[in-house]
């Protein structure tokens, strides 16, 4: 063995029932230094136990047999030792029933299960170097901001107040963005129903009376080089060209309306003086001043269209979250400026006053603003009034028309991106931040909020989604403590979102690099650059250590300390592999640490049990998978491989973004070879789940099983 291990087997949480002699067996062939049990290592006496037996015997390595390693991690964290956990509890004591019939075998199979699980937590610790990191050297913690509405001007001021200076570039003569034109705001406090005078002015004042930020207004980005604690930011002023180190970057660019040329012609928005969007709408009433129609005379009769063209295949297809409490806030300010006898009428498709919001709702309904839940089909000439809008009433399934003076068109938000150039990032995957389908900045939308795929670089406020001034805030808030999460964790060569802390770094054999760059293009991160030759080059602290480079390898080139190709190769290859006459197959699971090996824990907590042929090995990220895996369980005799992870396409759930897709590409090409070698390519399946999905696990796993009973044994087994 490569390090002098301690093997710990708890024996509480009625982990005494399991057969300790097969884990002290396995131990004892692997040459551990120590093997001892206790009844609860994860105890004050557990730890000191182990403690006191580092510094006795000079152990390097410690294996915890005990319960998931998802659990207690603060526990087993000892200082310059390599650590692995072994799920006894949940792969064996909690998922797997002995006296279930259905298994002539039942200590067979036990015994085998425990001893399979121990040997690979040893053969991971035996191949395992202890990770040490990769600093940066001189790392620059100064924060960017790219934008100076109320998004960058929250980011700004809450990374200076946490001790940090701060560069804020804003591309116009002045802060504040959309604010400044707002003259009233959306509640956000108890009770929700006033609307707040702006506060913009003293946002702005305290940005620019704060020593820790350095304001640049008229100027945009010439360009971001580098990675995270060592980029380089060019920023393009009137009068030339600023070059500044910062460490992370938060993307404040906000929101414009979007295009009005393609509102629908019947709207007859730009023909007609008496449509307008919502916006100039706002700008009208902001003036403070009675609104007028265009002849002069006092406007009494308002309608409201709400979720223009977000069922129209040519328009806007998603809703913008924000517009109808814009609405309900433009209804009560033109109440109060033109009285309450005006009269107001919304025509909606769905409204969306979530949460507190509704109480708004509410409230504009008491006051008798009137809705009316359908479309404008058509507008002519009134007899009174200068318009005649006509639309039917889906609750009422009838045909409505009255006249108005106005018809305020809502439209909607997208995000300010793409054709400003905004970032300009020197990355070989483009200058901008990878999109979504409406060109919102991609991230795990549901886990990690104000991520992107370039490490280091937060999207914040109506950027990244949709949102109010209030959320913009908080928004904000949590993207600079992101940003000051990246400075901090390059600054130690660690990890960040989802691996947050791993020291581990890919590490290249460019020896026997072919340059075939597929490293460099699957890469969700930008982790990696290109030589004039094509020869990958790192930048260590953009990778998030998923090792999606390792899976895409064809030469098998690239590894980590504490996770590499032979080391899941050898795990695989330590199985017990029972003889094709014992009739007891086996099947290897291989699954993602992220929501599928947090299901099978809930599935064990649960105590729902799993097939005893089935044996477990996580990898970091499926587009970790490299094939010669595949080939190496077959060649072992495994009988079926089963690929778990996260759900792929539009709404992916996948912590490192295209893992799942990658590996089911590749498993697409397998069972072409699976053919030629005459074996049945059903003995491969790709299955997506989510963590929520625990309950049906066992029961994958049985339908999959029975399509192998339909099989002979594999031939390989000898």
Known sequence: ???????????????????????????????????????????????????????????????????????????????????????????????????????????????????????FGLVKLELSTLPLGQPVEEPCKTILVVGGGITGLTAAQDAANAGYDVVLVEKADTLGGWALRFKKNIPRNPPYVDYLEPDIQEKIAKVEGNDRIKVFLNSTMGAIAGMPGKYEATIKKADGEEVLPVGAVVQATGWK????????????????????????????????????RPDGKPVENV?????????????????SNVTDMVMLKQAAMFRELNGEETNVHVFYKDMRTPGHYELMYKKAQKENVIFIRGGVEEIGEGDERPMMVSGMDKLLNEPVSMEC??????????????????????????????????GFPNSHFIC?????????????????????????????????????????????????HPRVGDLTLPDFALQRCTQCKRCTEECPFGALDEDEKGTPKPNPTRCRRCGTCMGACPERIISFENYSVRMIGDMIKSMSMPDEFD?????????????????????????????????????????????????????????????????????YQCHFVKGSEL??????????TLERLLLEPERIRFDEVSITDYNKLPAMMDDFLEKLQEFDPNPYKD
Request: net charge negative; charged share 25%.
């Open 1 to 119: 063995m490569a390090h002098k291990t301690g093997c710990y087997i708890c024996t509480g949480c009625g982990l005494d029932a399991l057969p300790m002699d097969a884990i002290t067996g396995v131990a004892s062939k692997k040459n551990c230094a120590v093997v001892k049990d206790h009844e609860k290592l994860c105890s004050k006496e557990g730890q000191e136990l182990i403690k006191a037996d580092i510094e006795a015997e000079g152990l390097e390595a410690i294996c915890i047999c005990a319960c998931t390693g998802r659990e207690h991690t603060d526990k087993f964290e000892f200082p310059g030792k390599l650590v692995e956990r072994v799920a006894l509890r949940e792969r064996a004591l909690w998922s797997y029933d002995p006296e279930d019939d259905t298994y002539d075998e039942a200590e067979d199979c036990m015994e085998q299960l425990v001893g399979d699980y121990v040997r």
């Open 583 to 651: 009739e007891m197959p086996r099947i290897l699971v291989l699954c993602c640490e992220n929501d599928a090996l947090p299901a099978m824990d809930m599935a064990a907590a649960n105590r729902i049990k799993f097939n005893p042929y089935v044996r477990m090995i996580t990898l970091r990220c499926l587009g970790s998978l490299n094939l010669v895996w595949i080939a190496d369980a077959l060649s072992c005799g495994v009988d079926g491989i089963y690929v778990i992870g996260c759900k792929f396409g539009d709404d």
């Open 663 to 672: 590996a089911n590409t590749r498993l697409e090409k397998v069972s072409e």
């Open 303 to 319: 309608i409201f269209l709400q979720g223009t063209g977000s069922d129209e295949e040519d328009y806007l297809p998603y809703c």
């Open 448 to 496: 990690f909020p104000y991520e992107t795929q370039r490490t280091g670089i937060y999207a914040a406020g109506a950027v990244r989604s949709p949102m109010d001034m209030g959320q913009a805030c908080d928004d904000a808030s949590g993207a600079a403590l992101k940003a000051i999460q990246a400075v901090e964790a390059a600054a130690k060569g660690m990890a960040v």
């Open 405 to 438: 003076d106005l018809l305020v068109v809502a439209t909607g938000l997208v995000p300010q991106v793409v054709e400003e150039n905004a970032l300009n990032l020197k990355y070989r995957q483009g200058p901008e931040l990878p999109q979504r389908d409406f």
């Open 257 to 292: 309306t979007y295009d009005t040329a393609k509102l629908n012609p019947a709207l007859q928005y730009g023909e007609n003086p008496g449509v307008m969007t919502n916006i100039e709408f706002e700008d009208l009433l902001s003036k403070g001043e009675k609104v007028v």
